[in-house]
């Protein structure tokens, strides 16, 4: 089991910047692929960001350029720094890990993210 805490979503106006932040705890030795997903109102999820155990990052051809995924492991932390922020990038944001015996993965609660015009 992995639970995982997300935080640092709020209110920006476009242009700005938020980081978002996703803790992991219990079997976290076993993760292996990291990503950071959202949802907007009457949209389906999609995928922003993924690392890999390596570092290896990619990005949603909407979010790249504006967006970096990174991760601590020493701190069991996921992060999303988001620049340069749009009106269109206000959505619930969800960090979900994966592991060999979840391939379909963990999520946390969500982080409300809006960004105003």
């Known amino acids: 089991q992995v639970q995982l805490v997300e935080s640092g979503g709020g209110l920006v106006q476009a242009g700005g910047s938020l980081r978002l932040s996703c803790a992991a705890s219990?079997?976290?030795?076993?993760?292996?692929?990291m990503r950071w997903y959202r949802q907007a109102p009457g949209k389906r999820r999609e995928l922003v960001a993924t690392i890999t155990s390596g570092g290896t990052t990619n990005y949603a051809d909407s979010v790249k350029g504006r967006f970096t995924i990174s991760r601590d492991n020493a701190k069991n932390t996921l992060y999303l720094q988001m620049d340069t922020l749009k009106p269109e990038d206000t959505a619930v944001y969800y960090c979900?890990?994966?592991?060999?015996?979840?391939?379909?993965?963990?999520w946390g609660q969500g982080t409300q993210v809006t960004v105003s015009s």
């Open positions: 979900n890990v994966v592991t060999p015996l979840r391939p379909s993965g963990y």
């Open positions: 219990g079997s976290i030795f076993s993760i292996i692929t």
